[in-house]
């Protein structure tokens, strides 16, 4: 599976961005739907964080640092997940990755995967920075 990631940019503190996440190449009789997904960032000199998930169920779960600021969700039909970005501030300023993780036939639908080890494929990353 390839990942594709675009949208990030410029944009002052206060403003908005929505970043995609286009997958492509699934694995034979496995849709996109049957994914969890996720969104993480990395900071320069910083680990990489969770941002946002969404489950194959499709429940969610946010950092409390994005939490009433960011919206994560999915387009199955077009094997697209998104971001949206409201009241952007500077710390929220990094390289955005998407990931997809490949949950066990046995696991819950709704279980969110909050670690990196759990996902299976990742994006190339897009940079976000926020100018105060």
């Known amino acids: 599976v390839q990942l594709q990631a675009f949208g990030g940019g410029l944009v002052q503190a206060g403003g908005s961005l929505r970043l995609s996440c286009a997958a492509s190449?699934?694995?034979?009789?496995?849709?996109?739907?049957?994914?969890?997904t996720g969104w993480f960032r990395q900071a320069p000199g910083q680990g990489r964080e969770i941002v946002a998930v969404?489950?194959?169920?499709?429940?969610?779960s946010y950092s409390e640092s994005v939490k009433g600021r960011f919206t994560v969700s999915r387009d199955n039909a077009k094997n697209t997940v998104y971001l949206q970005m409201n009241s952007l501030k500077p710390e929220d300023s990094a390289v955005y990755y998407c990931?997809?993780?490949?949950?066990?036939?046995?696991?819950?639908?709704?279980?969110?995967?909050?670690?990196?080890?759990?996902?299976?494929?990742w994006g190339q990353g897009t940079q976000v920075t926020v100018s105060s």
């Open positions: 990931a997809l993780d490949r949950p066990p036939a046995w696991r819950s639908r709704f279980y969110i995967a909050r670690s990196m080890n759990e996902y299976d494929y």
């Open positions: 969404t489950s194959v169920g499709g429940s969610t």
């Open positions: 190449g699934q694995a034979s009789g496995r849709s996109f739907s049957s994914y969890g």
